[in-house]
């Protein structure tokens, strides 16, 4: 059996309106889905991705990785503490820490059968909009980096030059050139297009405390700008360093694991 897969891309935050907005809510759809014939299709094989955003004035706000559990239960209302309990023990939870913080992280869950059938979700996603700041669709400037390309002193040099554009665009975040880049906390969660206006509307203020971190946007750049700093005056020291000392064992592992950290200011660690 064949499937015929549509999906429209580049429509984040096209409709924004207040938790407590519902007619707000059914507009902003009503203008989201007016290229659809409704009466057309069936709705429950057409799905949706209904975000919260939580987000304070100069600052970037992420999930705190404790409060995960919390955060899905709430989404998850429908579903036992168990349920969920074993839905963040198996393959189908994924958690993704910010800059390689512990504290500081989302997650990816691909919900089982019987809590799609509580709940009516298909997919969860939580995460930071700063990442906003450096993501692309296709390779460029902020690709992922393989340690193997330090072994080649044209690509190692090219890496260099690119952490300075990297620094220059987190100095302009952090203000001190311009407008100071804020950050929210996002949670998605995927369900079926018929049930898009009553999908994740109900957070409990409560939990703000136990699933949220919040970080002054200046603090946050300046901290991404030295770990880049850092790891440019490895690397630059290991391109001057004769090639008999770039080949040694020690310096291939420090070239790794200093990739590894730039790697990880813009993926996840496990990418």
Request: charged share 25%; glycine share 6%.
């Amino acid at each position: 059996m064949r499937t015929l897969s549509t999906k429209s891309v580049a429509v984040k935050g096209a409709s924004i309106h207040r938790l407590d907005d519902l007619p707000g809510a059914q507009s902003a759809l009503d203008e989201m889905l007016d290229h659809l014939d409704l009466h057309a299709i069936n709705d429950e094989n057409w799905f949706i991705d209904v975000g919260l955003e939580i987000g304070k004035p100069d600052h970037v706000v992420t999930w705190f990785a404790d409060g995960h559990e919390l955060l899905l239960q709430n989404v998850l209302s429908q579903s036992s503490h168990q349920a969920v309990a074993n839905l963040m023990k198996s393959k189908k939870f994924k958690t993704d820490h910010m800059a390689l913080l512990k504290d500081c992280a989302g997650f990816r869950a691909e919900t089982t059968a019987r809590i799609r059938d509580n709940d009516h979700v298909n997919y969860i996603c939580a995460y930071c909009t700063e990442k906003n700041v450096h993501y692309q669709r296709h390779p460029g400037l902020y690709r992922y980096r393989r340690a193997d390309e330090l072994q080649i002193p044209e690509k190692h040099k090219k890496i260099i030059d690119d952490l300075n554009t990297m620094s220059e665009t987190l100095v302009e975040c952090s203000g001190t050139q311009g407008t100071l880049q804020t950050g929210s906390a996002r949670l998605e969660v995927r369900v079926p297009l018929r049930r898009a206006i009553t999908a994740n509307r109900f957070f409990d203020e409560r939990l703000l405390e136990l699933t949220v971190v919040s970080i002054p946007a200046k603090t946050w750049w300046t901290f991404k700008y030295y770990r880049l700093a850092a790891v440019r005056m490895v690397l630059r020291s290991l391109l001057d360093a004769p090639g008999t000392l770039r080949t040694h064992p020690s310096s291939l592992a420090l070239g790794a694991a200093t990739i590894w950290v730039m790697n990880g200011c813009y993926y996840r660690p496990g990418e």
